[in-house]
């Protein structure tokens, strides 16, 4: 089949740049592996609910119109709002096509997938920064015994085996899974890196409400001394829930959750820690300091004081004595959950553009190196929000838009109206 342009990934942000082309005239195709949002269907676990409330659940031409504004989508209605999305314009989604090679030859890609070849002008990869777990190589080294999992593969504490848990990192996933988890009943020993920490709720207003205010989330890709750095922050520890109850290290402490520092590896039955807890827990109550401090200034500025709670600032953790090592097998511990991140898969691409280390070098989206390549649903890609759902529409209004342009140029230089 020929086409001007392929998408692979029926997330949000293939759908996103589905409904910009849609609306640009350009005729594409959507390939998807299973059906429209499947990542969210079979790769979350059964009580996740979305970090963002349901009013910022906006995609290009359509948002959430329901009863719950400040409520959190589950990941059923996640799907769901999805494949309305996607009918709302008539998405072409293939679905159940497996991609298993692209290349390029002549200027055109050519994609070898279940369901046949796809050859097109553009290819849009938007299959997001969250396709296979991030494990680090300390995992080969765990007690054999141990029973090792990922978020992407865990539903519930059920899964488990008996016995308690080793929770590796602490961000969203991280700290939600040990309550979880300990909540079932299994002793739980979270091992903490590098975080960021943020209440749910700050003088009564969401968090996520502050930063839609304060543009924070709009930052652009751009105005980044080290993009790498910021590209690689750690997602906030915040669970989704209309009470505001924050998910953290202090409500794990409170609970009962052992608290260790980095995980440094396994030296046969022991786990053992860098030390670097008091440190961790000391920047992330820095960073958190400074925002609320810019939301107070920001509120002040705009006369809001005598519409909001006062100021306040979250208690710390207590984070006493630094755990070297623990014993896993005296600790009752039978299993590992990997909760340190995810990164993205291009294995299925046959390009030059890929790096050794599976990553591939873009400004802002635009793949360099490889015209009519782009990417879709990275972290800071474009903006902050490159990997929320509310804000694939920015990135995909800006390269659909450019994608365009070079379709364009590429005609005038078929037709010879420009040379070279």
Same mark, same amino acid.
């Given at each position: 089949?020929?086409?001007?342009?392929v998408?692979v990934?029926?997330?949000?942000a293939?759908?996103?740049?589905?409904?910009?082309?849609?609306?640009?005239?350009?005729?594409?195709?959507?390939?998807?592996?299973?059906?429209?949002?499947?990542?969210?269907?079979?790769?979350?676990?059964?009580? /996740?609910?979305?970090l963002?409330?349901?009013?910022?659940?906006?995609?290009p031409?359509?948002?959430?119109?329901g009863?719950?504004?400040?409520?959190?989508?589950? +990941?059923?209605?996640?799907?769901?709002?999805?494949?309305?999305?996607?009918q709302?314009?008539?998405?072409?989604?293939?679905?159940?096509?497996?991609?298993?090679?692209?290349?390029?030859n002549?200027?055109?890609f050519?994609?070898?997938?279940?369901?046949?070849t796809? #050859?097109?002008?553009?290819?849009?990869?938007?299959?997001?920064?969250?396709?296979?777990?991030?494990?680090p190589?300390?995992?080969?080294?765990?007690?054999?015994?141990?029973d090792?999992?990922?978020?992407?593969?865990?539903?519930?504490?059920?899964q488990?085996?008996?016995?308690?848990?080793?929770?590796?990192?602490?961000?969203?996933?991280?700290?939600?899974?040990?309550?979880?988890i300990?909540?079932?009943g299994?002793?739980?020993?979270?091992?903490?890196?590098?975080?960021?920490?943020?209440?749910?709720?700050?003088?009564?207003?969401?968090?996520?409400?502050?930063?839609?205010?304060?543009?924070?989330?709009?930052?652009?890709?751009?105005?980044?001394?080290?993009?790498g750095?910021?590209?690689s922050?750690?997602?906030?520890?915040?669970?989704?829930t209309?009470?505001?109850?924050?998910?953290?290290?202090?409500?794990?402490?409170?609970?009962?959750?052992?608290?260790?520092?980095?995980?440094?590896?396994?030296d046969?039955? #022991?786990?053992?820690?860098?030390?670097?807890?008091?440190?961790?827990?000391?920047?992330?109550?820095?960073?958190?300091?400074?925002?609320?401090?810019?939301?107070?200034?920001?509120?002040?500025?705009?006369?809001?004081?005598?519409?909001?709670?006062?100021?306040?600032?979250?208690?710390?953790?207590?984070?006493?004595?630094?755990?070297?090592d623990?014993?896993?097998?005296a600790a009752?511990?039978s299993?590992? +959950?990997?909760?340190?991140?995810?990164?993205?898969?291009?294995s299925?691409m046959?390009?030059?553009?890929?790096?050794?280390?599976?990553?591939?070098?873009?400004?802002?989206?635009?793949v360099t190196g490889c015209?009519?390549?782009?990417? +879709?649903?990275?972290?800071?890609? #474009?903006?902050?929000?490159?990997?929320?759902?509310?804000g694939?529409?920015?990135?995909?209004?800006?390269?659909?838009?450019? /994608?365009?342009?070079?379709?364009g140029?590429?005609?005038?230089?078929?037709?010879?109206t420009?040379?070279?």
């Amino acid at each position: 089949m020929d086409t001007t342009a392929v998408i692979v990934g029926a997330g949000q942000a293939g759908l996103a740049m589905s409904s910009c082309l849609t609306r640009r005239g350009i005729d594409h195709v959507v390939l998807e592996r299973g059906r429209i949002g499947e990542r969210w269907q079979s790769e979350r676990w059964d009580s /996740l609910q979305l970090l963002t409330p349901n009013w910022m659940t906006r995609l290009p031409g359509f948002r959430y119109d329901g009863p719950d504004p400040d409520g959190f989508m589950t +990941m059923p209605e996640v799907a769901a709002f999805f494949r309305a999305y996607a009918q709302s314009f008539s998405a072409p989604v293939i679905g159940d096509t497996t991609v298993f090679g692209v290349t390029k030859n002549n200027g055109r890609f050519e994609l070898q997938t279940s369901t046949g070849t796809y #050859r097109s002008r553009f290819l849009v990869a938007a299959t997001g920064a969250s396709a296979t777990p991030n494990i680090p190589a300390a995992a080969s080294d765990a007690p054999s015994r141990l029973d090792q999992t990922t978020p992407k593969f865990y539903q519930r504490p059920e899964q488990l085996p008996d016995g308690g848990v080793l929770v590796v990192g602490a961000s969203a996933s991280g700290i939600q899974l040990a309550r979880e988890i300990h909540e079932s009943g299994r002793p739980v020993t979270i091992a903490v890196g590098g975080h960021t920490r943020l209440p749910r709720r700050y003088r009564g207003v969401d968090i996520h409400q502050w930063f839609d205010w304060m543009g924070t989330l709009d930052r652009t890709y751009d105005t980044f001394d080290d993009l790498g750095a910021a590209r690689s922050e750690p997602s906030l520890q915040l669970v989704g829930t209309v009470e505001g109850r924050n998910v953290d290290l202090v409500e794990l402490e409170r609970i009962g959750v052992r608290i260790a520092g980095r995980l440094q590896g396994f030296d046969g039955e #022991r786990a053992t820690f860098d030390g670097s807890l008091r440190r961790s827990v000391a920047e992330a109550d820095d960073g958190q300091a400074r925002l609320l401090a810019r939301i107070d200034r920001w509120a002040t500025e705009h006369g809001l004081d005598a519409e909001l709670d006062a100021p306040h600032r979250p208690a710390s953790l207590a984070a006493g004595r630094e755990i070297p090592d623990l014993d896993l097998r005296a600790a009752g511990i039978s299993s590992v +959950m990997w909760a340190t991140g995810y990164r993205p898969d291009y294995s299925w691409m046959s390009l030059p553009v890929v790096r050794p280390d599976g990553g591939i070098d873009h400004d802002g989206g635009v793949v360099t190196g490889c015209p009519g390549l782009y990417l +879709m649903g990275l972290p800071l890609m #474009r903006t902050r929000k490159s990997t929320y759902i509310d804000g694939v529409a920015a990135d995909a209004e800006y390269l659909s838009g450019h /994608l365009s342009g070079r379709l364009g140029l590429d005609e005038l230089v078929t037709s010879g109206t420009v040379s070279g």
